[in-house]
């Protein structure tokens, strides 16, 4: 077969052609660092770049949920530190009214004093963050209230399967109980007589029909507004009690917060590796990318200086 001289031409422009597109998407891959800019140019790595980007999506989303939680936790764990300093000053305040030394007046000024305590626990146990009772469990909306009974203001809490309900963050295959709640932070075990019974810090409401359960700190305002000195001690046992209690949530506080931090910390982790996968699927191997187009480049010169010489002159050479 004759190789005419228009055949000539037709194959150089077309291998020049092909060498400036591969110019050209060296050049886009430079200019943007990534392999591909439309899913056709790369396929395989397009998928497996959508589906890490899915991952990490679902990484953020968990992240969100372990960051409320944790500030939860660490409003959890102030509060507690800071209603156990207030239940160790009140006992500070029993044992000092026990003394025989004091009159029935001493006394009632300790009862105003451990009924302004009382009321400090309440606010606290009512902790309210962006319109969310922190306590309330899945009824959010249920403050600690007040109430004035026998001309005394007491501070009570709702007792129901909403306000004692547990909340739970589902990581993965990990579940973590999410929230403490009224009955957690108030309630105690009592043992009198040898019989262990369900007793409460603050008092509390329950049933329909409000049925209004005498906290601890009434009884004692009670006790010393009575000048009943013979019941502060078994007031005192029931403090000791609650401490333990409060004691057993503040350890189970801290675990929970050391379990969200192993979390938070597995979760950046995975962040940082799938971030990895994303990059090896979509980035361009950058020291590639340059001295291949270096490469096409030199090619490119030398396949204009090599059609130059190969071609037949024209008319236009010899008129120069």
Avoid: C, W
């Amino acid at each position: 077969m004759r190789i005419t001289q228009s055949m000539m031409k037709d194959q150089i422009v077309n291998n020049i052609d092909n060498v400036l597109r591969r110019i050209s998407t060296l050049q886009r891959q430079a200019s943007s660092g990534n392999k591909f800019d439309l899913p056709s140019q790369d396929p395989s790595d397009a998928v497996l770049t959508v589906n890490y980007n899915a991952v990490l999506e679902k990484l953020k989303t968990y992240k969100s949920s372990l960051q409320q939680v944790q500030n939860n936790f660490q409003g959890y764990d102030n509060i507690t530190g800071q209603i156990m300093a207030a239940v160790q000053q009140v006992n500070s305040l029993v044992v000092q009214a026990a003394n025989g030394t004091n009159t029935p007046s001493d006394r009632a000024a300790i009862a105003d004093e451990i009924k302004q305590i009382s009321k400090t626990i309440a606010q606290l146990g009512g902790t309210n963050v962006s319109g969310n009772y922190m306590f309330a469990g899945s009824s959010n909306s249920n403050p600690i209230t007040s109430m004035v009974s026998g001309g005394s203001t007491i501070y009570y809490y709702t007792s129901n399967s909403a306000t004692s309900a547990r909340l739970s963050l589902n990581i993965g295959t990990v579940t973590l109980d999410s929230n403490v709640n009224v009955v957690d932070l108030f309630n105690y075990t009592q043992t009198i007589s040898g019989a262990t019974q369900s007793a409460s810090l603050i008092s509390y409401v329950t049933g329909s029909g409000g049925t209004v359960h005498t906290g601890l700190l009434d009884k004692i305002v009670k006790d010393l507004q009575n000048n009943n000195v013979s019941d502060l001690q078994s007031d005192l046992g029931a403090l000791q009690d609650y401490e333990n209690s409060l004691s057993k949530v503040t350890t189970k506080i801290g675990a929970t917060e050391q379990s969200l931090q192993s979390l938070m910390n597995s979760n950046e982790s995975l962040n940082t590796y799938v971030t990895q996968l994303v990059s090896s699927a979509q980035g361009a191997d950058m020291v590639k990318v340059l001295s291949d187009l270096a490469l096409q480049e030199t090619v490119y010169q030398a396949a204009l200086q090599t059609s130059a010489n190969s071609l037949l002159p024209t008319l236009a050479n010899f008129l120069k």
